[in-house]
Structure formats: structure tokens, C-alpha cells
């Protein structure tokens, strides 16, 4: 066991960085992030930031030196920093499943090897390889970058061979993966931790909506027939288990007429995942610590039903939001990212809602939405038609 005054490291410095960075330090360990950004979320909280290049050999060396075990923020660090830093110190997760997630092409075919079923696929190099691929899927689809995709970005959906060439070209002409397009009636996740003894802790089943690529809300539990649930369980605990997997892992299902279909996997903290800080006995974040540090893995118990709420840059445009909606909620949390310049699609934070029944979480979720979401001209206007209407 890597037990409480070591040190233990961290490749990535956005929010999932800083949310593992105050978890290890209240745990008391000390904590280096390597993250190229100077002003990085994670690194501006750390007991060491190195501003450097992932793939710096140098600052991979410090890391080392520094650390008794390291672990990642995001997939798309390289591979080879990962099989650096693995050939003197523990890192969790392993090279082999972060390698996977980082490629969709892999990760497809990975799945497709462990049994499960995923949304009818093509492989696309090359220009003809697209023109005959949407052609086999029947016409609309999505295509997606086969790397450095995450919130909607790097994929589109097409309805013709021109707008799937046009995509194509706007991703670079890089192999990209092209997904039918598939009606499905819900999205749900599964985020558990696993030792390196094989145990493993898996949160109830979590429930998610997306906008435009990027994921609103999630619901814990999920409202999903008892079957469908452990169904996810049962295919998440197989992934986790083929991978050997150490740490934290989430993946992500479309739930199909009935039927089970595996999205995407992600090897470390997940954004449905953050219900668990307020929600559960133990939350994501202290999982992966103790998954890295070879503690026993805490209980994922659900506490109450909770529903949580992402809060994105177009908030802040061009005010910050109303926190005093949030913050006059007494069964609210509020989690702000310690991001320096609010963006369009960018996330902040996220708020939490507790409650005695699911349905009342979500409902305290929405009528604090509904508050917070309003812009500052709009209560200026909806104020003077108040005091119109009393003249």
C-alpha cells in the first residue's frame, strides 16, 4: 500500500486533475500534476505543477523521481509518456486500456472481441472507404474522428455523401469511425473502481442527457428496468475484467429497443460520475485514489437519490450566472472548476441535487435550472412586465 504522506502524480490538470488533486491532498497525500498549461485548474492547487509537454522527457523523469504512482486525468496522453513512467512506477490505469480508449477503432473492435454488442460500424480511411461505408449503414450516420474526440467534437452527423465528405476533410482526412445513425430511448453509464486484487465497487446505474454532444444531466439511479441495469453491470465488470484493469472506469451505453449497446469506454473519472461526490458513501475521485494507491476500495452506496446538472461557458456570457439560485437551495451543491475564461461549451461546474425520491432530486434540479439559466436582460424584462402588470 501506498499509504497517506506520498506522494502520487497526475498527467492532465482540467477539472477531473483538480477534483483527484483535492481528494488525494484530504486524504493526505501530496500531489504532482503534469500538465502543459501554466494556469491549469489541477496545477494551480498542487503541491507541484510541472508546466511541461506530456511527452517531455524531463519533466516525465521529475514526475517519476517525485512519485510513488501515477495515474491520468484524460485518455489522450501518449502512450508512450505511459510505458515511460510504468518501467519504474506503479501507473493505474495500464498503458494497454488507456491506449485502447484513446482509439475508437480499437475500442470498437475491443469490445466487439469481449462480446458486446455496439451500434453497426465502419471503419474509414480514405474518401471511397467513406462513400462505401455510408452505403452499408444505409444512409444517415455519425461519423467520428477515431482520436482526439470528446464532447461532441470531432463528430458530425451526415445525411448524404456530401456532407460526409465535407465532415471527412473538416476532421483532416484522419481514420475516422462512421456509426449508424440509431434510435435509441435512453443513455446510461456505469462508473466502478477496481483493485489490484481483482475487487471491484460499481455505483448504481446512472442515467445521463446530452446536449449537443455534451453531457446535462445524470440521474442516480437510473430509471431503467432491474434487468437493463445489470445487464450494464455485468458487461462493465467484463470489460474491466479482459482489461485487468486498475482504477476507475466508466462506460457509457445507448439503451435500444430494450437492448444493451456499448457507446464508449473512458479509463478514469466520469463527467456522470461526479454525482457520486454528494450522492455516495465513497465518490469516484476516492476511488481512484485508493485503486492507485493499492488501499481497499470504500463503498459506492448510494447515499440519496441525487440529479446533477453541468453548468457550461454560455452561462457566463455575457454575466456569471445567478449562484444565489443554487445556493438557496439547501439540498444543492455547487462544484466550480477554477477555470480562468468561460467559452461556449465549455464546462465550469456542476451542480447537485439531493433528495428523498428521485423525483424530487430532479425536481429541485430544474427549478434551480430554471433560475440560473436566466440571463440577466431577460429578469430585467421579465421585472418591468411584473410591475406593468400591477399599474
Known amino acids: 500500500m501506498i499509504l497517506p504522506g506520498a506522494t502520487v502524480g497526475v498527467l492532465g490538470g482540467g477539472q477531473l486533475g483538480r477534483m483527484f488533486a483535492v481528494t488525494a491532498q484530504r486524504m493526505g497525500y501530496r500531489v504532482v500534476v503534469l500538465d502543459p498549461d501554466p494556469d491549469s485548474p489541477a496545477g494551480r492547487i498542487a503541491d507541484v ?11 516525465l523523469d521529475e514526475l517519476a523521481r517525485q512519485c510513488a504512482a501515477v495515474t491520468v486525468e484524460f ?11 510504468a518501467r519504474v512506477r506503479p501507473v493505474r490505469p495500464g498503458v494497454a486500456a488507456v491506449a485502447i480508449a484513446q482509439d475508437r477503432v480499437r475500442e470498437k473492435r475491443f469490445l466487439a472481441e469481449c462480446g458486446l454488442a455496439v451500434v453497426p460500424f465502419s471503419v ?4 471511397d472507404g467513406l462513400s462505401e461505408a455510408l452505403v452499408h449503414l444505409g444512409g444517415s450516420a ?22 460526409a465528405l465535407a465532415a471527412f476533410e473538416s476532421f483532416g482526412s484522419e481514420p475516422c469511425v462512421l456509426e449508424k445513425l440509431t434510435v435509441f430511448q435512453k443513455e446510461i453509464s456505469v462508473v466502478l473502481a477496481r483493485g489490484a486484487d481483482g475487487a471491484t465497487a460499481v455505483y448504481p446505474v446512472i442515467e445521463n442527457r446530452h446536449r449537443g454532444g455534451i453531457l446535462d444531466t445524470s440521474l442516480i439511479p437510473a ?14 465488470n467484463r470489460i474491466a475484467g479482459v482489461l485487468d484493469y486498475v482504477g476507475v472506469l466508466a462506460v457509457e451505453f445507448f439503451v435500444s429497443n430494450g437492448e444493451l449497446l456499448v457507446n464508449e469506454i473512458a479509463p478514469r473519472p466520469h463527467n456522470s460520475g461526479h454525482v457520486t461526490l454528494d450522492a455516495c458513501i465513497t465518490s469516484q475521485f476516492e476511488q481512484q485514489v485508493r485503486a492507485l494507491c493499492g488501499l481497499p476500495l470504500g463503498d459506492p452506496a448510494l447515499l440519496c437519490p441525487a440529479a446533477m446538472t453541468n453548468l457550461l461557458g454560455d452561462l457566463w456570457i455575457p454575466h456569471a450566472p445567478r449562484w444565489d439560485a443554487i445556493l438557496n437551495e439547501p439540498r444543492a451543491k455547487l ?19 439531493l433528495g428523498d ?14 433560475v440560473v439559466t436566466r440571463k440577466p436582460m431577460a429578469l430585467w424584462r421579465q421585472r418591468l ?6 399599474k
Not at 53 to 59: L, T
Not at 75 to 85: C, D, T
Not at 357 to 370: C, E, F, I
Open 75 to 85: 485518455e489522450n496522453v501518449p502512450a508512450s509518456s505511459l510505458e515511460f513512467l
Open 335 to 353: 462544484h466550480l472548476y477554477g477555470k480562468r475564461a468561460a467559452r461556449s461549451g465549455r464546462k465550469m461546474g456542476h451542480f447537485t441535487c
Open 142 to 163: 455519425v461519423l467520428k474522428r477515431a482520436r482526439l474526440g470528446y464532447d461532441g467534437k470531432g463528430q458530425a452527423r451526415v445525411r448524404s455523401l456530401a456532407e
Open 49 to 59: 505543477h510541472l508546466a511541461a509537454d506530456y511527452a517531455d522527457r524531463q519533466a
Open 357 to 370: 425520491t428521485l423525483d424530487d432530486a430532479r425536481a429541485r434540479a430544474l427549478r434551480v435550472r430554471r
Open 223 to 236: 430509471r431503467t428496468p432491474s434487468a437493463v441495469a445489470q445487464a450494464a453491470v455485468d458487461a462493465a
Open 385 to 390: 412586465a411584473g410591475e406593468a402588470a400591477h
Open 124 to 127: 474509414v480511411l480514405d474518401s
